[in-house]
């Protein structure tokens, strides 16, 4: 039998390779530009100074500084509570129980929830309902509601490709359940918590609608958890949207988000890596 | 090829059950297994799959419990002690396993030992190093492993694996071992290794073994147990010593599963 032409072949690896280039393209394209048009104004002085004429002049001091305290209140809330939701539902609750599967259902409808439900939800209940007001401390919260159901269920999926056989043989051995939770169990289930932990992040940090809402736009130095703070990512959308001549800034603060969110990406990963390493060994 | 094993000295408890059950969720895995295991002895439950040994097994650690809706009737005594009574840590530190497959901890070799070591309230460095190069020689690992114990357990052959995980075992000084075809995931030689090293735990050890080899049962057991499937339920058909069981088995399945006729 004659051998056919390789063309089928080798058009589709084109086409592959065309998609591949769109794509990163695209991402290349944004970061480019992002880089382009902010350099020019990044410098010290737009880190350190406040912001002044409405954000078309000066720098993103209090911004800043407000971005880290509502991610760092979203954090704190929500890495404890999201994987020890994830371990619950993983390690102790029956794997087809009503109550693990309705569970997990709830938690992929709220993943897909959009964020300006969460923002609504959060004036209503954080903001009003609890009293905290237009507050960074709303804001956190209501960005660790957001973050949550992405977390546990990343978790819940690193747990699960944990190999049954370490469960069974630390039992065997009499190895009590929150000694294989945390020597081997959690190492092992690392990458999955990592990942939910940098989608989470993504998310919130890039945060507007709910932020809006919640954190309020205010963009003065913070003096605690109960100011009112402005988000980077709020500040891009005023800037871009509400301010005429704002455009420069808002490129500026954007080339800042991005480079705080490719840090904390690198150093969750790196952190999480160490984690790992610290307690398990993999060939 | 090793020495003889050192790590226990203590006199094993013999095990014996009273019309035991174990039912998953409203399966039967077996029903009303009696059968009286001797202290020090080395007993082979054989059977074709599917006929409640490997579950019988796991009622005497107790491992059952990790399976949900996983219930049990009858009576376990080990030595003179109600097994379901005892505490469940300790008693898995009385009652060792060895797997199928072997399955070592993604720890480095030496941290295969001493986690469970330490689990178990062994804090003394000079002791637990005392107690992993026993154990390791014991299974005639040391003088493979000596050099490399920071190493990961895991890039070790199949066959050292498993002694690894024997080691890991008698390192918390049980004096009950239970196996589930420890030889049956093994290339020949290594299971030849590890056969070997299990005809020596007797007398120290009241060691349990499944297996599905019925040469490797008469080579190593003194007494054997015959699990069959019957109405529905796991039975055991029955049990005696080697001698009685290979050469005049009174049952006819045992008859024929032995001769190769059935199973």
């Known amino acids: 039998m004659k051998y056919k032409t390789p063309y089928p072949e080798l058009l589709s690896t084109a086409i592959i390779w065309a998609i591949a280039a769109s794509v990163t393209g695209a991402l290349l394209w944004l970061l480019s530009d992002v880089f382009w048009h902010g350099m020019s104004q990044v410098n010290w002085e737009f880190l350190t100074q406040s912001p002044s004429n409405a954000g078309r002049e000066g720098g993103i001091a209090p911004i800043i500084v407000s971005t880290a305290l509502i991610v760092g209140v979203c954090l704190v809330v929500s890495i404890p509570l999201g994987v020890g939701t994830a371990v619950l539902i993983a390690e102790f609750a029956a794997n ?47 960005l660790a509601c957001m973050v949550l159901p992405i977390l546990i269920r990343s978790t819940q999926e690193g747990f699960r490709a944990v190999p049954d056989d370490y469960r069974r043989s630390a039992a065997a051995l009499g190895v009590s359940r929150i000694a294989t939770l945390w020597e081997l169990l959690l190492p092992a289930a690392m990458p999955g918590v ?5 989608l989470g992040l993504g998310r919130a940090i890039a945060e507007t609608a709910a932020l809006i809402f919640t954190s309020g736009y205010v963009d003065r130095m913070p003096e605690s958890l109960w100011d009112s703070g402005r988000s980077l990512s709020v500040h891009i959308y005023d800037l871009a949207m509400n301010v005429s001549g704002g455009e420069a800034n808002a490129y500026a603060s954007a080339l800042v988000l991005v480079s705080f969110l490719v840090l904390i990406n690198s150093a969750i990963s790196w952190l999480a890596q160490r984690f790992r390493q610290s307690k398990i060994l993999v060939v | 090829m090793t020495k003889q094993i050192t790590t226990n000295t203590g006199n094993p408890p013999s095990i014996q059950t009273d019309q035991l059950s174990l039912f998953y969720a409203r399966k039967s895995a077996f029903k009303d297994v009696t059968l009286s295991i001797k202290s020090g002895s080395i007993t082979a439950l054989i059977g074709p799959s599917g006929c409640g040994k490997t579950s019988f097994l796991t009622c005497l650690n107790r491992l059952t419990e990790l399976t949900p809706n996983c219930q049990i009737s009858g009576r376990i005594l080990l030595g003179d002690q109600n097994l379901q009574t005892l505490n469940v840590i300790s008693l898995r530190r009385r009652v060792g396993m060895l797997f199928q497959k072997p399955n070592p901890f993604p720890l480095s070799i030496i941290r295969n030992i001493e986690f469970p070591l330490r689990e178990h309230g062994v804090r003394n460095r000079e002791e637990i190093d005392h107690i992993i190069e026993v154990a390791l020689q014991d299974v005639g690992l040391w003088d493979e492993v000596k050099d490399r114990l920071k190493t990961p357990a895991l890039s070790l052959s199949g066959g050292q694996q498993q002694r690894l995980c024997l080691a890991r075992a008698i390192a918390l000084k049980p004096d009950v071992l239970l196996m589930d075809e420890p030889c049956s995931a093994l290339d020949p030689l290594s299971s030849e290794v590890v056969e070997d090293l299990i005809t020596k735990l007797r007398l120290k050890y009241t060691v349990i073994v499944v297996t599905h080899n019925l040469a490797q049962a008469k080579r190593i057991a003194d007494h054997v147990a015959v699990f069959w499937f019957q109405d529905g339920a796991g039975k055991l058909i029955e049990s005696g010593s080697v001698a009685q069981i290979f050469e005049s088995p009174q049952h006819t399945l045992t008859a024929a599963y032995v001769t190769g006729r059935t199973g």
């Open chain 1, 96 to 142: 087809k129980s009503i109550l693990g599967r309705l569970v997990r259902l709830s938690l992929d409808v709220l993943a897909g929830v959009p964020s300006i439900v969460f923002g609504l939800f959060g004036n209503a209940f954080f903001c009003k309902t609890l009293g905290m007001g237009f507050s960074i401390l709303s804001g956190g919260l209501t």
């Open chain 1, 194 to 198: 990592a990942v939910g932990l940098l």
